[in-house]
C-alpha cells in the first residue's frame, strides 16, 4: 500500500498552475526547477510520514518565501530543518520566525516524531505568490490579499486540496492558522464539505510579530486544541 509519505511526494511534484495572474503577482513554486528542495521535502516527508496512518490536518494560507517557499515543508525553515529534523540544507540558510514557533510548539507537544505521526501541516493553496509592492520589490502575497487573485485560484485550490484530503486526512475536524484566514475556509467547507468543523488557532506569523513575549501561552493553547478540542 502507498504511504502517506509518497502520496504527499507525488502531489508535490505534479503541483503546477497555468492559469493567468494578475499582472503584478507570480507564482512561487517551491518544487519546480527545484533539484534541491524536492531532495530535502522527500527525505522529510519519507523520513516521518512513511507509514499508512491517518493523521488530522492543520491548514495554513499559502507558502512564504523563508519557510515552504525554500524548503517545500510547510513552517520549516532550513534551520529547523538541519537542527531538529537533522535533515541537512547545502544550499540555503534561511531562519523564519514563524518556524521558531511551531518547532517550540512541537517540542511541546512531544517531539518530530510524535508530532508528525499525528498531524498533517499544509495549506488550502500549495502554491504561494509574491506581489511587486510600491518599492518594486517582491513580497509575500496571501491568496485573499487580492479578490481577483482569489477568484483565479479558487478552483485550483479546492481541487488541490481534495487530493490532499486523499492522503489519509482524518476530516472530522480541520485546524486552520488565522482568523481571516478561516473567514475564507468556513465559506469554502460549507461549500465543498471537506471537514464536519472547523477550529481556529492564531496565526504563528501574528504570534511572533504582536505577542511573542506571551509564545509560551500560545503554545499551552495549541496544545490544549489539537489535543483535547471539544464542542
Request: aromatic letters at 14%; glycine letters at 6%.
Amino acid at each position: 500500500m502507498e504511504t502517506f509519505a509518497e502520496k504527499v511526494i507525488q502531489f508535490n511534484r505534479q503541483l503546477s498552475f497555468s492559469g493567468e495572474l494578475p499582472e503584478h503577482i507570480r507564482i512561487l513554486n517551491p518544487f519546480e526547477n527545484n533539484p534541491e528542495i524536492n531532495r530535502i521535502s522527500e527525505q522529510f516527508y519519507r523520513k516521518y510520514y512513511g507509514d499508512t496512518s491517518s493523521r488530522k490536518m492543520i491548514i495554513g494560507i499559502n507558502p512564504g518565501r523563508l519557510g515552504s517557499g525554500a524548503t517545500g515543508i510547510p513552517f520549516t525553515d532550513t534551520k529547523r530543518l538541519t537542527e531538529v529534523c537533522q535533515i541537512p540544507v547545502q544550499s540555503v540558510n534561511t531562519h523564519e520566525p514563524s518556524s521558531v514557533f511551531v518547532y517550540d510548539m512541537i517540542r511541546a507537544y512531544g517531539g518530530v516524531k510524535r508530532f508528525y505521526k499525528d498531524f498533517y501541516i499544509h495549506s488550502i493553496c500549495p502554491l504561494g505568490f509574491v506581489v511587486r509592492n510600491s518599492k518594486n520589490n517582491w513580497v509575500n502575497c496571501n491568496y485573499y490579499d487580492d479578490k481577483k487573485l482569489y477568484e483565479i485560484m479558487y478552483d485550483f485550490m479546492v481541487a488541490s486540496f481534495r487530493k490532499q484530503l486523499e492522503f489519509g486526512i482524518d476530516r472530522e475536524t480541520g485546524y486552520v492558522l488565522g482568523k481571516k484566514n478561516l473567514s475564507f475556509i468556513r465559506k469554502i467547507n460549507e461549500k465543498e464539505k471537506f471537514f464536519d468543523r472547523l477550529v481556529v488557532l492564531e496565526h504563528p506569523r501574528y504570534i511572533v510579530q504582536y505577542k511573542s513575549k506571551e509564545s509560551d501561552l500560545y503554545i499551552a493553547k495549541y496544545l490544549q486544541i489539537l489535543t483535547g478540542y471539544r464542542d
